[in-house]
């Protein structure tokens, strides 16, 4: 591996050299999906020059694509791998011995450090998993909610669980975390929202938050829409309200349309996990931004984390479908 990253660093600086570009490539990290090579140059550098070169780059490195952003004082290249990884949660969790309370654990960032969001910060508060079919979508959001489950007890985080494909949580049948049984049928959420709505406005009676309850919405879209009013409207008013109670949204769509992810996913879901998405105008959509490449994404976990405008490139967790480990702990 040394051996091809040390060619192929002679290849970025031999082709920038020969567009009178003098960069000097001096480290790199090696990541689950990528290769991300550190470039410096002289401060009368034209950087679009270099941004300009990056199919040229590619070509040469025999790579499908490449990344070029700045990154500190530095500029950062980045190459998908010839033999990528899968970032298994079960490993990534070993590496991570104090975890704030009710955290869930989303995978690697650029620097290969563990990303960790807090739900109860109030920051957070809820989160929206958006992408296209091949993303890694629901593998993350199972990874989410098994990281939850994880790392906190049952008596300290509930669950309740809307699966309306009936595939996407199957492996958490049996977790004790679950306030009821997983839900499958479109006709049972709207009795189950209600009931969440009812607890919400008890609590915020008594001033009560403990256990944190976790609401998981797979195709938040189809259950918005075919659940009816009532049912939007009671998302609606958990997003809005649920987070003075210690009740959380975690909702995933592979359809960021406007109608979707509109004005209730910009004034409540402030953190979004955002995978390949189809067009530069779904990925403004579902970032809420302008310019965040989220279409250029390369899928099966390659991830946005977008907060407040700022973004993060991670590689997501992986849970498989059939994994039970963390249901039997």
Not at 43 to 64: G, H
Not at 139 to 161: D, K, T
Not at 230 to 236: G, L, R
Request: net charge positive; aromatic share 6%; charged share 25%.
């Amino acid at each position: 591996m040394r051996r091809e990253l040390d060619l192929q660093a002679d290849k970025i600086e031999a082709l920038l050299a020969s567009h009178n570009i003098r960069a000097r490539v001096w480290g790199g990290t090696v990541l689950p999906r990528t290769v991300r090579f550190s470039l410096t140059m002289p401060m009368d550098t034209r950087i679009k020059k270099l941004f300009s070169l990056a199919d040229e780059l590619a070509m040469a490195l025999n790579a499908s694509s490449v990344r070029i952003y700045r990154k500190g004082k530095t500029i950062a290249l980045e190459i998908p791998r010839s033999d990528p990884e899968i970032l298994l949660l079960r490993h990534l969790l070993r590496r991570l011995p104090d975890v704030p309370a009710f955290s869930c654990v989303v995978g690697v960032d650029q620097d290969g450090f563990p990303l960790v969001v807090r739900l109860s910060s109030p920051d957070v508060s809820h989160l929206l998993i958006l992408g296209r079919t091949g993303s890694g979508k629901t593998a993350l959001m199972r990874a989410v909610l098994a990281s939850l489950a994880y790392l906190n007890p049952p008596h300290n985080l509930q669950m309740i669980l809307i699966d309306p494909k009936g595939r996407s949580f199957r492996n958490f049948a049996g977790l004790k975390h679950l306030a009821v049984p997983i839900i499958s049928r479109l006709d049972q959420v709207e009795t189950v929202l209600d009931l969440v709505v009812k607890k919400m406005e008890e609590r915020e009676r008594k001033g009560v938050v403990l256990p944190r309850l976790v609401i998981g919405i797979d195709e938040l879209a189809d259950v918005s829409k075919y659940g009816g009013k009532n049912v939007q409207a009671y998302i609606e008013r958990i997003s809005q309200r649920g987070r003075s109670a210690g009740i959380h949204l975690v909702g995933a769509t592979q359809k960021p349309t406007v109608s979707v992810v509109g004005s209730l996913a910009k004034a409540n879901f402030p953190v979004r996990l955002v995978g390949a998405v189809v067009s530069a105008e779904e990925a403004r959509i579902a970032t809420g931004i302008g310019g965040s490449g989220a279409e250029k994404l390369g899928g099966r976990g390659d991830f946005l984390l977008v907060n407040n405008g700022e973004v993060v490139r991670f590689q997501a967790a992986y849970l498989g479908p059939e994994e039970k480990w963390f249901v039997q702990q």
